[in-house]
């Protein structure tokens, strides 16, 4: 039919056909991906086969009772609207004609029979989102169960609790300094052990995986007959110049442009990020989803929402400075393929682009170095929870909507939602996958950061503490133990950090409460202990470092003694704010140190013009179901 109508070329049809042969997809998105068709003769010649009327969703708007009756979630994941009433019969407006017959038979009975009428999906969207978008975002507030959510958190009490701890360990130093010194001292020092034990173990399962792999290296993984469509959320905030960064990295993937649908979520009040994309003329595959206003702003709250109009079966997490490897989505995808049905989320590998920029960016590269190639894969090798990063993340999208998506009222996110991916028995996996972000190389704001991080720590841990027996029982002994070793032992770690440094006061002949409690045998055990902890570091972060690509920091690795006491700081900072503003989100600026010279190499030829015209660019193209500015 496009053919008969001068619609497509022969050639570029073809071409089509046999993109479709090997990817599951739709044809019409692929001919409009590549612009082989425009949006009005692919409707045109929809119309004509399916002997369908194409109405006009935007002028002619639907019923909000008949959305509220199928629910409106499910309208927007299957790119369709009850339209109207006619009689005994509900007219569905859909951008998919070829669903129309599977859909029907999920949709409440009490309603049929159905008629289909055509509609593209950006009217689709738009008019759900006229009729409903506060219900769309309220839901996406409270999609998490209550019992494993921040929003359910007794604030007064956790408060009382907190300050109530803290005033009793300071009145305890006045009157019994030495006992409660000891109480401190004992816990910094089980907890050190634990935690260092627990590294030191990860590290030597991935060392032994690895090496099993150079002497017998797996069979390359299967390719999937039919490439999936994969969606990538990338979440904004405040972000100036955004546009020509993010299209220049995102351009790197070399997975192919119509199976590719990447949302960069925009707050509403944010003024700055909006007016940075407003000019931008993004390609096809790039769409802006706006999140309407509310009591909280945070990421997952975005992510939830956004998650709503992603297509893909498979749904990713990129941060703004993100720019991964050409590769990585075939990785993601062979990787899917191979594994076990219980593999439900994948973590990438996390590194930085500015190593070189100043002392505390070599430190921070070599810490995620440790945690993401020594750490967390020893962890997922060993069977314990991975607390998952908060980009290079992929799901399933049937277990990520079973789950209830993220808990909007938790500032780690990703944590959290790596431990309830593991209550409900799935699992997670690292993938050998590289993206490179801007190393937070400034003190103030990596303070900052880190007690973000830690303040969710703290939240993700209480909730799920709320019944331990229970979560005992969803996890199962051995990662329950591993839960509390990650997360409250390294909360611990941060905040009795200047108790274990102390001990450095008895080698100078300074006194010490210790001291009263303590033979000197026992203290030169303890500096042992010290000594002991602190080659096991140096030793997991050189052998994270010893790559060609980072080894230069090598002999940095011992100066990260010097680095972690920032973390206390941060700590305390993030137990304040647990007490006085859980819900805020201490925002981290991107672009400090960050030059297009890092990402251009590898920009795909068909994004250099808009690239170059960034700062200039034309209004972006809306009328495409591809690319919705969904406002």
Known sequence: MLLEMGAVAPGDLLKALALRNRQDVRLGDILLTHGWVTEADLMAALARQWKAAVVDLLAERPDPRMIDAIGPELCLKEAMVPWRRIGATTVIATAR???????????????????????????????????????????????????????????????????????????????????????????????????MGLKLAAWITEMRAQARLRRAPDAPPPVPARLPIISIMVPLFKERDIATRLVSRLGRLNYPR??????????????????????????????????????????????????????????????????????????????????????????????????????????????????????????????????????TLFFLREPLEKLGGWDAHNVTEDADLGIRLARQGYRTELIPAVTHEEANCRALPWVKQRSRWLKGYAMTWAVHMRNPARLWRDLGAWRFFGVQVLIFGALSQYLLAPVLWSFWLIPFGIWHPVEAIMSRELEYVLLGTFVLTEL????????????PEH???????????????????????????????????????HGVFDTLHHVMPGARSDLVPAIAAAGKMAPVETRTPLAPLID
């Open 97 to 195: 004609p070829e669903e129309f017959a599977r859909l029907v038979k999920s949709l409440p009975e009490a309603y049929g029979p159905y008629r289909m009428v055509l509609a593209p999906e950006y009217d689709v969207h738009q008019s759900l989102l006229a009729r409903r978008q506060t219900a769309l975002i309220r839901r996406a507030e409270a999609k998490v169960d209550p019992e494993q959510s921040c929003r359910t958190r007794n604030e007064k009490l956790a408060s009382r609790i907190a300050f109530g701890v803290i005033a009793t360990a300071v009145l305890g130093l006045i009157v019994a300094p030495v006992v409660v010194f000891a109480v401190l001292f004992g816990w910094a020092m089980l907890t050190l052990l634990a935690t």
């Open 551 to 589: 080894r230069h920091l090598i002999p940095w690795v011992p100066t990260l003694h010097f680095y972690f006491p920032l973390g206390a700081l941060a700590g305390w900072k993030g137990i304040y704010e647990v007490i006085v503003k859980p819900f805020y989100w201490d925002k981290t600026t």
């Open 258 to 391: 119509e199976l590719l649908d990447i949302l960069l979520v925009v707050e509403e009040d944010d003024f700055t990020t909006r007016e940075a994309l407003s000019g931008a003329e993004l390609p096809r595959w790039i769409r802006v989803v706006t999140v309407p206003d509310g009591p909280i702003k945070t990421k997952p709250r975005a992510l939830n929402y956004a998650l709503n109009f992603c297509r893909g079966s498979i749904i990713g997490v990129y941060d703004a400075e993100d720019m991964p490897e050409p590769e990585q989505l075939h990785i993601v995808v062979r990787r899917f393929a191979q594994s076990r049905p219980d593999v439900a989320c994948l973590q990438g590998i996390l590194d930085y682009y500015n190593p070189r920029t100043n002392w505390l960016a070599r430190c921070f590269t070599v810490e995620y170095a440790a945690w993401f190639r020594a750490m967390l894969p020893g962890l997922a090798r060993m069977g314990l929870v991975v607390p998952l990063g908060g980009t």
């Open 536 to 547: 096991i570091n140096i030793t997991v972060g050189a052998w994270a470092v010893r790559g």
